[in-house]
């Protein structure tokens, strides 16, 4: 019964990843909200990580088919969106708290 539960809630989770592409390209799009850096996106990644995780481990338990593998290919998208966040912190970093101290004053 547990076996069968997790399969459904992996599938419940897989299930939602087409809604929230939807709704990211419907804001970065439709809106026009600008894609910028905010602490935010690192409540994405983590999910991402954990449902990659949670999809390996299930299909090595159950051996149900292409579980594993989707989880694998979501290993690949987790650490992408993981990098593309964490360089875009730093490069938010730099301009927001190094670069203003670096810059010469201003002469009237």
């Not at 602490?39 to 481990?57: D, E, H, K, R």
């Not at 989707?70 to 912190?89: C, D, E, N, P, Q």
Request: net charge positive.
């Amino acid at each position: 019964m547990v076996a069968g539960l997790a399969v459904v809630f992996w599938a419940f989770a897989t299930w939602l990843i087409p809604g929230l592409i939807a709704a990211g390209w419907w804001r970065h799009a439709h809106c026009r909200v600008p894609l910028v850096y905010e602490a935010t996106l690192w409540s994405m990644v983590f999910p991402l990580g954990m449902y990659a995780v949670a999809g390996i481990y299930l299909g090595r338990a159950d051996h149900p088919p292409i579980v594993e593998g989707v989880g694998r290919a979501a290993l690949w998208v987790a650490l992408a969106a993981w990098t593309i966040v964490f360089v875009t912190m730093c490069w938010h970093v730099v301009r927001t708290v190094l670069a203003p101290w670096a810059a010469p004053p201003v002469r009237p």
